[in-house]
């Protein structure tokens, strides 16, 4: 049996840091009521604020199969729910000619059952194993076009897909359904409808601090308080992109490989790509603009330090 | 009624949820009749304990766009600091309410005090709650804004005309290939699944089906300039985006003077005549100074991301008279260049026989555009579906013999 769902909002915050994910008590009561109402959860932010982790996360602390469906421009019903297995088929029709069979209408009901269908991630989620339903991640939703949106509706309501061939397929249980969007268009507001919705921020200096802990156990504490400070302020700034947790956790991992115990200009001038990916946003902070937020954040830290101590 | 049911159960707390999203509803954010019930679930669910949780409850369930927030935020603490409160607020008439919030909220808090205003006499008539609609709220603006506007240079004749050939008007945007397929006579891959269904029903032999991939017009994104200098055309303009925006999908729709504003939505009503009064009615710099770079900058960096998916159009029409010098102007351009399928400027300007290019703006712009229009009268517009058509090999202006 797999571990059971959550019952108050502080076991949905447990569970997350089990599996190392620090959450805001705003996305925990947003995830325990998806749970319980049997809901799909909405998830938009900008890139890199843990949207797609929360699944992975969700499904190990559970013990839940992942189902992940990345969704792509031009993705299309053979690919994300089922496809005819047509070699199979074929090779059933020539035996079935080779016998003698020539009922043209029990073949067909034949060959299109489910023993010739190749179930893709939106039929698979449909299945209950032994650990129980499974996590379905439909990806970066913004993706896709606004038909394959539109498909989702009867899935994403009533958990069931409708094959003409065979008929309705239903979930015993319904899957903990999680979808993210990075917000590069909109989408529709029927299927927002049938979610709940959440909008994960940038966290605050002392959460991300929390994060860089959790996910970075060996970093020295003072790297880590002053990076965490420094791409809070680069937050501030006027960029095309501003980085994201994964970045701050890509920058902290980057900044121990070297062997960084504080930060210095150099440093930060050598790694800065593991934080900004455009390079106007970078030639704008290389050099003296980093050096400045750097000073900032040193007397901040300092600060606090003497705060504390 | 399963509904009656809850709220006897439930008591006051269904009941004051059924108001608060009245509150909302009225408030411009759409709650639906399900969603309440949801909420009174999703209450039960969660027990009466903390605010915090609540909040956050109500938010999953009523919020759906980002853009909601902040509306959604106050009409909380309003609602729910004290729903006694709400009545005597109610029978107040709403001048107390008081909200500590920016400037830039003000809008929205008058539009929830409209709301509350009017959920008193819903209260007494609930059928009446439809006719709640937050256009009452710009009063004050669109008077000023309309005063503001001179494109009367036209007779109401000439206008009259104009207005219909543009309504006339198709733009037969290139289609490109999707990943999609639809089955074709004419096509080069075998459609697997039709063929075995076919071959079920024939004898002998299986008889094979085609496919061929589909194709679809790009997203249009249409960025029109409305400051002094464009005064002249931008009604025009308008005509003419509201136009094709109604003549199909995936269009989004920007004006700019000296601050960008997003009127997509707007445009989406069927009669011109609303959907232009709602535009004017959102849009507070008419016919005032340009900022191209500073707005173009805005675009890219709040909108491009989520309007130029899937291999956008670009359509700037804009005289390219630049009020701030133009140091910015070309970094943004650039950037807007590497994030559309196609860049096309409309120069209202070219319709002079001698213009030269020596605005510091437009000597900026230019080597980032692929095509270079006049944009002046009907006939210039008529003749941009002819460019808009044909799929070209991306082309840079480096001077103005190339334009010609």
């Known amino acids: ?309 | 009624m399963p509904a009656t049911a809850v709220i006897d159960t439930e008591g006051r707390m269904a009941e004051n949820i059924l108001y608060f999203a009245r509150l909302v509803r009225g408030a411009g954010i759409p709650v639906g009749p399900g969603k309440v019930l949801d909420a009174i679930t999703a209450v039960k669910t969660l027990g009466v304990g903390q605010r915090q949780d609540f909040y956050w409850c109500m938010f999953a369930l009523f919020v759906n766009r980002e853009d909601q927030r902040a509306l959604f935020d106050q009409a909380f603490h309003i609602f729910w600091r004290n729903p006694r409160m709400m009545e005597r607020m109610m029978s107040a008439m709403l001048p107390t309410i008081k909200v500590d919030r920016e400037e830039e909220l003000e809008e929205m808090t008058r539009r929830l005090a409209d709301a509350t205003g009017s959920s008193n006499l819903a209260a007494s008539s609930p059928q009446d709650d439809e006719e709640i609609e937050f256009d009452a709220s710009f009063t004050y603006s669109s008077k000023e804004v309309l005063q503001d506007m001179d494109f009367e240079d036209m007779s109401v004749e000439e206008l009259n005309q104009a207005k219909l050939a543009i309504a006339r008007l198709r733009l037969p945007i290139m289609k490109v290939p999707t990943r999609r397929f639809q089955s074709s006579l004419q096509g080069s891959q075998v459609d697997m699944r039709a063929s075995l269904r076919a071959s079920l029903r024939s004898s002998d032999s299986i008889e094979l089906k085609f496919k061929k991939v589909q194709q679809r017009h790009p997203p249009l994104l249409i960025l029109c300039d409305i400051s002094g200098s464009m005064s002249r055309y931008s009604r025009m303009f308008l005509h003419f985006m509201h136009g094709i925006t109604n003549d199909r999908d995936r269009i989004q729709a920007f004006v700019f003077g000296t601050r960008l504003t997003n009127i997509t939505r707007h445009l989406r009503h069927r009669d011109v005549d609303v959907a232009l009064d709602s535009v004017a009615e959102s849009v507070d710099d008419w016919s005032g100074g340009t900022r191209i770079g500073a707005c173009l900058k805005e675009f890219n960096n709040r909108w491009s991301r989520r309007v130029l998916g899937q291999g956008a159009i670009t359509l700037i029409i804009s005289d390219g008279l630049d009020r701030d010098n133009a140091d910015d102007l070309a970094q943004q351009m650039d950037r807007l260049s590497k994030s559309t399928r196609r860049l096309i400027w409309l120069n209202p300007l070219l319709r002079y026989e001698k213009f030269e290019p020596k605005a510091k703006g437009i000597k900026a712009m230019l080597p980032y555009v692929d095509d270079f229009r006049s944009s002046h009268n009907l006939n210039s517009l008529m003749a941009l579906s002819e460019v808009l058509s044909r799929e070209q090999p991306r082309h840079r202006y480096s001077s103005l013999q190339d334009i010609a």
């Open chain 1, 1 to 309: 049996m797999s571990t059971a769902i959550p019952e108050t909002i502080e076991d949905t915050l447990s569970l997350l840091s089990q599996g190392n994910y620090v959450a805001d008590r705003s996305l925990a009561t947003t995830l325990f009521l998806a749970l319980k109402m049997e809901r799909p959860l909405f998830l938009e932010g900008e890139a890199g604020v843990g949207k797609t982790e929360i699944a992975k996360v969700l499904a190990q602390a559970l013990d839940r199969r992942l189902v992940r469906l990345q969704c792509y421009e031009g993705l299309d019903v053979s690919s994300a729910v089922y496809e005819w297995n047509y070699s199979r088929q074929m090779i059933e029709i020539r035996l079935a000619e080779a016998a003698g069979e020539i009922d043209r209408k029990d073949l067909s009901t034949d060959v299109f059952s489910e023993e010739f269908l190749i179930e893709r991630p939106l039929l698979q989620a449909l299945r209950t194993d032994e650990k129980g339903p499974p996590v379905l991640l439909i990806d970066e939703l913004d993706r896709t076009d606004e038909p394959f949106e539109a498909y989702l509706l009867e899935i994403l309501s009533d958990y069931q897909v409708s094959i003409p061939e065979i008929g309705t397929i239903k979930a015993e249980q319904p899957p903990i359904v999680i979808i993210t969007s990075n917000r590069t268009r909109e989408i529709h507001d029927a299927l927002k409808r049938r979610c709940l919705y959440h909008w994960i921020d940038y966290p605050t200096a002392e959460r991300e601090l929390q994060i860089v802990a959790a996910r970075l156990p060996g970093i020295a504490k003072q790297l880590s308080s002053q990076l965490v400070a420094f791409v809070q302020r680069l937050r501030q700034e006027d960029l095309f992109k501003l980085p994201g947790v994964a970045e701050t956790l890509d920058w902290a991992d980057a900044l121990t490989q070297l062997d960084t115990v504080a930060l210095d200009g150099d440093a930060i001038d050598n790694t800065l790509g593991a934080l900004l990916k455009y390079q106007d946003d970078i030639a704008k902070i290389r050099g003296s603009e980093a050096a400045k937020l750097l000073e900032q954040v040193k007397s901040e830290v300092s600060n606090l330090e003497a705060m504390s101590g």
